[in-house]
C-alpha cells in the first residue's frame, strides 16, 4: 500500500522526464518495507556476508534499566523489516536476533554494526549456564578497549556447536539511532576491511585532490566565489571524515571530542552551504533583502546548534539545524523553478548541481529520523549526492573561470585597440618633437664631444708642460753647475797651470755643447709636431748612410753586420739619420762599459713589400717588463736612466719617424745573453706619399741638430 500511494503521488510530478529516476529511488527505499518475515539467520558455509536485516525484533527500553533476561522475557519486541532505525532517541535499543549456524559453516565470524557512530553497543550471547557471555564496545568505551580495531563496532564471535543461538543486542547514541547489522566469516571480514580503506582512500583522495588545485586556484585568482567553494568543500571533507569515523579510529579520539567536533561542522557546513547555494543562484542581485534573510536565518541556527551541542544536548541541536536544512532545500528547489521558469539561467544549473546534493541530504534527513529504512543507498546517499554535487560545482567554477579569463582578454583587447588608436594620433605629433629633440641631443653630443677633446688636448699639453719644465729644470742643472763650478775654478787660479786651464776649458766647452744638444732636441721634438713641412723621401745609399752614421762614432765602439743591401732605398735620409743616431746614443748611454755596441742590417721581402730593418744591440741592464709600454712616450724615462744624460726624447723621435715612413719599432729583451736590442723596420717609400694620420715631420736639417 505505501509503494502504491507513492506512486500516485507520483503521478501529478511534472515533467515527465523525471519519473523513471524518482521510480528507481521510491523502489530503492520502500521496496524493503514490502513482505518481510522475521525468521532465523541461517548461516551457511561459501557466503561471504550475511545481513540481519529481516531477521531481529527491537525492544525500546525508556529508562535503560533492562537487563537482558528482562529484554528477553518481554513481550514488547516488534519484528523489524530492515535494519534498525529509531531516529533520535533517548531511550535505549534492545535487538533480538536468532542466529542458526549449520554444521559445515565457519565457526569463527565478525558481528559488524554499519553504523560508526554508537555510544554504547553490547552484545549477548548464551554462555551454556543459564547466563549470558557479553561483549561492549562504542564511543563511550573509548576505541583502544574494543576487541576488533576498525571503524565500526565489530564483535568476534566463536560458535563452536551448530545449532541455533538467540543474541540480544543493547544499543544507546546520542547520535541517530539507525544500524544495520552484519554477520562475516572472520577471513571474509579481513578482506572486506581492506577493500573498505582502499575505497576510503580514493573517496577522500579525491576531496583531497579537490580542496588542493582549488587551494591554488584561489591563491593565484583570489576569486572570492573560488574562496568560498576551497571553504565549502574544506567543511563537508571534514564532515563525511567525522561520520565515517576515520579521525575517531586513527587518533583514538574521545567521544567528548569528536561529537562536538561533528556537531559543530555540519552547523558550519550549513551557513557555509547556504551562503554558497545563494551565490550561485545570483540571488542577492534579484532579491537582496530575501538573501540577507535567508543568510542571517541559517547563521542563527547554526549558532544555537553550536551552543546546543557545546551544552551537552547534541539531539536537540542536530535535528534544528536538520529542520533548517530540510526547510531551506524545499525552499531554494522552490525558488529556482520559479526562476527557471521565468528565463533565469543559473537556475538551470542549480537545480542539476545542487538538486543530486539535496536529495542525499533529504534521504539522509528521513533515515536518521527514521521515516525510511536503513540500507547501502540511504547510508550513502549523502557521499554519492556530495560526490556528484562537488564534481559538477569543480566544473562550474572552472568554466566560471574560462568565461571570466575571456572576458577580461576581450576587455583587455578592446583597451589596446583604443590605446593603440590614441597612439596613432599621437604618433606624428611624437616623431616630430623626437626629431627636433634628437637634432638638439645630436647637437650637444657633438658639441659635448668637443669640448671633451679640448679638454683632453689641454689636459695632456699642461701634462707635457709640466713634464718639460722639470725636464728642462733638471737636465740644465748639471751642466751650468758644471760651467759655474769651472768659471769660480778659472778665477780663483788665473796663474794655474795650462795643462788644467785647458782641462776646465773643455769641461765649459763639453758642458755647452751638452746644453745645446738638449735644446736641439727639443726644438726638434716640437718642429715634428707642429710645422708643416713635407715628407720628402729620396732614393739613397743605405749601406753608405749607416756606415757614414757609425764612423762618427769613436773606433771600436760600434761593430757593424751588414747584409747584401739594395744599392737603392727610398727614404727621408734626413729622418733616418736623426732615428739612427738616437738609437745608437742610446745604445751608448745604457751598454755595459768596454762593451762594444752592435749595429746590423738586411733587407727583407715580404710578398711585393721591400723593408729595410735596422737592429742596434747593447749588452746591460735588461728594460723591466712594467717600463716596456710607456718606453716610446715623450720624456718617459725609466728607472735606470734615472740619474743619466737624457731628455726622455730619443725613442720618442725614433717611433716618429717610424710612423712617418709607415713602419715600425721594437724592443726585445734578451735574458739568456743579457742583450738588449732596438728594431728599426721601415718600407720602401718609392711611391708612397705621406701618411695622412701623421702629422707633417720638420726638416731633415733640423732634425740633425739632435744628434750634434
Given at each position: 500500500?505505501?509503494?502504491?500511494?507513492?506512486?500516485?503521488?507520483?503521478?501529478?510530478?511534472?515533467?515527465?522526464?523525471?519519473h523513471?529516476?524518482?521510480?528507481?529511488?521510491?523502489?530503492?527505499?520502500?521496496?524493503?518495507?514490502?513482505?518481510?518475515?522475521?525468521?532465523?539467520?541461517?548461516?551457511?558455509?561459501?557466503?561471504?556476508?550475511?545481513?540481519?536485516?529481516?531477521?531481529?525484533s527491537?525492544?525500546?527500553?525508556?529508562?535503560?534499566?533492562?537487563?537482558?533476561?528482562?529484554?528477553q522475557?518481554?513481550d514488547?519486541?516488534?519484528?523489524?523489516?530492515?535494519?534498525?532505525?529509531?531516529?533520535?532517541?533517548?531511550?535505549?535499543?534492545?535487538?533480538?536476533?536468532?542466529?542458526?549456524?549449520?554444521?559445515?559453516?565457519?565457526?569463527?565470524?565478525?558481528?559488524r554494526?554499519t553504523?560508526?557512530?554508537?555510544?554504547?553497543?553490547?552484545?549477548?550471547?548464551?554462555?551454556?549456564?543459564?547466563?549470558?557471555s557479553?561483549?561492549a564496545?562504542?564511543?563511550?568505551?573509548?576505541?583502544?578497549n574494543?576487541?576488533?580495531?576498525?571503524?565500526?563496532?565489530?564483535?568476534?564471535?566463536?560458535?563452536?556447536?551448530?545449532?541455533?543461538?538467540?543474541?540480544?543486542?543493547?544499543?544507546?547514541?546520542?547520535?541517530?539511532?539507525s544500524?544495520?547489522?552484519?554477520?562475516w566469516?572472520?577471513?571474509?571480514?579481513?578482506?572486506?576491511?581492506?577493500?573498505?580503506?582502499?575505497?576510503?582512500?580514493?573517496?577522500?583522495?579525491?576531496?583531497?585532490?579537490?580542496?588542493?588545485?582549488?587551494?591554488?586556484?584561489?591563491?593565484?585568482?583570489?576569486?572570492?566565489q573560488?574562496?568560498?567553494?576551497?571553504?565549502?568543500?574544506?567543511?563537508?571533507?571534514?564532515?563525511?571524515?567525522?561520520?565515517?569515523?576515520?579521525?575517531?579510529?586513527?587518533?583514538?579520539?574521545?567521544?567528548?571530542?569528536?561529537?562536538?567536533?561533528?556537531?559543530?561542522?555540519?552547523?558550519c557546513?550549513?551557513?557555509?552551504?547556504?551562503?554558497?547555494?545563494?551565490?550561485?543562484?545570483?540571488?542577492?542581485a534579484?532579491?537582496?533583502?530575501?538573501?540577507?534573510?535567508?543568510?542571517?536565518?541559517?547563521?542563527?541556527?547554526?549558532?544555537?546548534?553550536?551552543?546546543?551541542?557545546l551544552?551537552?544536548?547534541?539531539?536537540?541541536?542536530?535535528?534544528?539545524?536538520?529542520?533548517?536544512?530540510?526547510?531551506?532545500?524545499?525552499?531554494?528547489?522552490?525558488?529556482?523553478l520559479?526562476?527557471?521558469?521565468h528565463g533565469?539561467?543559473?537556475?538551470?544549473?542549480?537545480?542539476?548541481?545542487?538538486?543530486i546534493?539535496?536529495?542525499?541530504?533529504?534521504?539522509?534527513?528521513?533515515?536518521?529520523?527514521?521515516?525510511?529504512?536503513?540500507?547501502?543507498?540511504?547510508?550513502?546517499?549523502?557521499?554519492?549526492?556530495?560526490?556528484?554535487?562537488?564534481t559538477?560545482?569543480?566544473l562550474?567554477?572552472?568554466?566560471?573561470?574560462?568565461?571570466?579569463?575571456?572576458?577580461?582578454?576581450?576587455?583587455?583587447?578592446?583597451?589596446?585597440?583604443?590605446?593603440?588608436?590614441?597612439?596613432d594620433?599621437?604618433?606624428?605629433?611624437?616623431?616630430r618633437?623626437?626629431?627636433?629633440?634628437q637634432?638638439?641631443?645630436?647637437?650637444?653630443?657633438?658639441l659635448?664631444?668637443?669640448?671633451?677633446?679640448?679638454l683632453?688636448v689641454?689636459?695632456?699639453?699642461?701634462?707635457?708642460?709640466?713634464?718639460?719644465?722639470?725636464?728642462?729644470?733638471?737636465?740644465?742643472?748639471?751642466?751650468?753647475?758644471?760651467?759655474?763650478?769651472?768659471?769660480?775654478?778659472?778665477?780663483?787660479?788665473?796663474?794655474?797651470?795650462?795643462?788644467?786651464?785647458?782641462?776646465?776649458?773643455?769641461?765649459?766647452?763639453?758642458?755647452?755643447?751638452?746644453?745645446?744638444?738638449?735644446?736641439?732636441?727639443?726644438?726638434?721634438?716640437?718642429?715634428?709636431?707642429?710645422s708643416?713641412?713635407?715628407f720628402?723621401?729620396?732614393?739613397?745609399?743605405p749601406?753608405?748612410?749607416?756606415?757614414?752614421?757609425?764612423?762618427?762614432?769613436?773606433?771600436?765602439?760600434?761593430?757593424?753586420?751588414?747584409?747584401?743591401?739594395?744599392?737603392?732605398?727610398?727614404?727621408?735620409?734626413?729622418?733616418?739619420?736623426?732615428?739612427?743616431?738616437?738609437?745608437?746614443?742610446?745604445?751608448?748611454?745604457?751598454?755595459?762599459?768596454?762593451?762594444?755596441?752592435?749595429?746590423?742590417?738586411?733587407?727583407?721581402?715580404?710578398?711585393?713589400?721591400?723593408?729595410?730593418?735596422i737592429?742596434?744591440?747593447?749588452?746591460?741592464?735588461?728594460?723591466?717588463?712594467?717600463?716596456v709600454?710607456?718606453?716610446?712616450?715623450?720624456?718617459f724615462r725609466?728607472?735606470s736612466?734615472q740619474h743619466?744624460?737624457?731628455?726622455?726624447?730619443?725613442?720618442?723621435?725614433v717611433?716618429?719617424?717610424?710612423?712617418m715612413?709607415?713602419?715600425?719599432?721594437?724592443?726585445?729583451?734578451?735574458?739568456?745573453?743579457?742583450?738588449?736590442?732596438f728594431?728599426?723596420?721601415?718600407?720602401?717609400?718609392?711611391s708612397?706619399?705621406?701618411?695622412?694620420?701623421?702629422?707633417a715631420?720638420?726638416?731633415?736639417?733640423?732634425?740633425?741638430?739632435?744628434?750634434?
Open positions: 500500500m505505501l509503494f502504491s500511494a507513492a506512486m500516485k503521488c507520483l503521478s501529478f510530478i511534472r515533467p515527465p522526464f523525471i523513471l529516476p524518482l521510480i528507481l529511488f521510491v523502489f530503492a527505499v520502500l521496496l524493503p518495507l514490502s513482505g518481510f518475515a522475521q525468521s532465523a539467520l541461517t548461516l551457511q558455509s561459501g557466503v561471504r556476508q550475511f545481513s540481519a536485516s529481516g531477521h531481529m527491537l525492544l525500546h527500553d525508556a529508562g535503560g534499566r533492562m537487563t537482558a533476561d528482562a529484554a522475557s518481554s514488547s519486541w516488534k519484528a523489524l523489516p530492515g535494519a534498525a532505525s529509531a531516529g533520535y532517541t533517548s531511550d535505549t535499543i534492545w535487538l533480538r536476533l536468532e542466529v542458526e549456524r549449520q554444521a559445515d559453516a565457519p565457526q569463527d565470524w565478525s558481528v554494526f553504523n560508526p557512530l554508537l555510544d554504547d553497543v553490547r552484545l549477548y550471547r548464551p554462555d551454556g549456564a543459564q547466563g549470558w557479553e561483549q564496545a562504542g564511543e563511550n568505551l573509548g576505541r583502544s574494543w576487541a576488533v580495531d576498525a571503524r565500526n563496532v565489530v564483535f568476534p564471535v566463536r560458535m563452536e556447536a551448530a545449532g541455533r543461538e538467540i543474541w540480544l543486542v543493547r544499543l544507546q547514541s546520542k547520535n541517530a539511532m544500524t544495520g547489522l552484519e554477520i566469516p572472520r577471513t571474509a571480514f579481513n578482506d572486506f576491511s581492506r577493500r573498505e580503506y582502499l575505497y576510503y582512500g580514493l573517496y577522500f583522495g579525491f576531496y583531497v585532490l579537490l580542496i588542493v588545485l582549488h587551494a591554488f586556484f584561489w591563491r593565484m585568482t583570489r576569486e572570492a573560488s574562496g568560498w567553494y576551497l571553504l565549502y568543500v574544506s567543511l563537508h571533507t571534514l564532515t563525511e571524515l567525522m561520520t565515517v569515523a576515520i579521525p575517531q579510529q586513527l587518533f583514538d579520539m574521545p567521544v567528548g571530542v569528536s561529537d562536538p567536533l561533528l556537531g559543530m561542522s555540519i552547523c557546513s550549513l551557513a557555509v552551504g547556504v551562503y554558497f547555494a545563494v551565490q550561485q543562484m545570483e540571488l542577492p534579484m532579491r537582496p533583502r530575501f538573501s540577507k534573510l535567508v543568510l542571517a536565518s541559517a547563521c542563527g541556527v547554526a549558532a544555537i546548534g553550536i551552543g546546543l551541542i551544552a551537552g544536548r547534541f539531539a536537540a541541536g542536530m535535528i534544528l539545524v536538520q529542520q533548517l536544512a530540510m526547510l531551506l532545500v524545499v525552499v531554494f528547489i522552490s525558488l529556482s520559479w526562476m527557471l521558469i533565469h539561467k543559473p537556475a538551470r544549473f542549480f537545480l542539476l548541481a545542487f538538486g546534493f539535496y536529495a542525499g541530504v533529504v534521504v539522509s534527513f528521513l533515515r536518521n529520523m527514521a521515516v525510511v529504512p536503513t540500507n547501502f543507498w540511504t547510508n550513502h546517499a549523502v557521499a554519492i549526492g556530495a560526490l556528484l554535487h562537488m559538477l560545482m569543480s562550474r567554477l572552472n568554466l566560471r573561470y574560462d568565461e571570466l579569463r575571456r572576458d577580461k582578454e576581450m576587455a583587455q583587447a578592446e583597451t589596446v585597440r583604443a590605446v593603440r588608436q590614441l597612439n594620433s599621437l604618433e606624428d605629433q611624437v616623431a618633437r623626437t626629431a627636433a629633440l637634432q638638439e641631443i645630436a647637437q650637444r653630443v657633438q659635448e664631444q668637443e669640448l671633451r677633446k679640448a683632453d689641454e689636459r695632456r699639453i699642461k701634462e707635457e708642460q709640466q713634464d718639460f719644465v722639470a725636464m728642462v729644470s733638471h737636465e740644465f742643472r748639471t751642466p751650468l753647475a758644471i760651467i759655474t763650478t769651472t768659471a769660480q775654478q778659472i778665477a780663483k787660479n788665473l796663474d794655474a797651470v795650462r795643462e788644467k786651464t785647458l782641462t776646465r776649458c773643455q769641461n765649459l766647452r763639453n758642458a755647452a755643447h751638452r746644453m745645446a744638444a738638449l735644446v736641439d732636441e727639443y726644438l726638434t721634438a716640437d718642429r715634428m709636431e707642429d708643416a713641412t713635407a720628402k723621401p729620396v732614393s739613397c745609399d749601406r753608405q748612410l749607416i756606415e757614414g752614421i757609425v764612423n762618427e762614432w769613436p773606433q771600436g765602439r760600434i761593430s757593424m753586420s751588414l747584409q747584401p743591401l739594395p744599392a737603392q732605398f727610398t727614404c727621408d735620409k734626413g729622418l733616418l739619420q736623426v732615428g739612427l743616431r738616437n738609437l745608437l746614443s742610446n745604445a751608448d748611454r745604457h751598454a755595459t762599459s768596454g762593451q762594444a755596441i752592435h749595429v746590423q742590417a738586411e733587407a727583407r721581402e715580404e710578398g711585393a713589400r721591400h723593408t729595410l730593418c737592429s742596434v744591440r747593447n749588452r746591460g741592464e735588461l728594460i723591466p717588463e712594467d717600463e709600454p710607456r718606453l716610446f712616450q715623450k720624456y725609466g728607472r736612466a743619466k744624460p737624457g731628455a726622455g726624447l730619443g725613442l720618442y723621435l717611433k716618429r719617424i717610424a710612423e715612413h709607415a713602419g715600425e719599432v721594437w724592443l726585445e729583451n734578451d735574458a739568456a745573453t743579457g742583450s738588449v736590442t728594431s728599426l723596420l721601415l718600407p720602401d717609400n718609392k708612397d706619399a705621406l701618411n695622412p694620420a701623421a702629422p715631420p720638420a726638416s731633415a736639417s733640423a732634425m740633425e741638430a739632435s744628434t750634434a
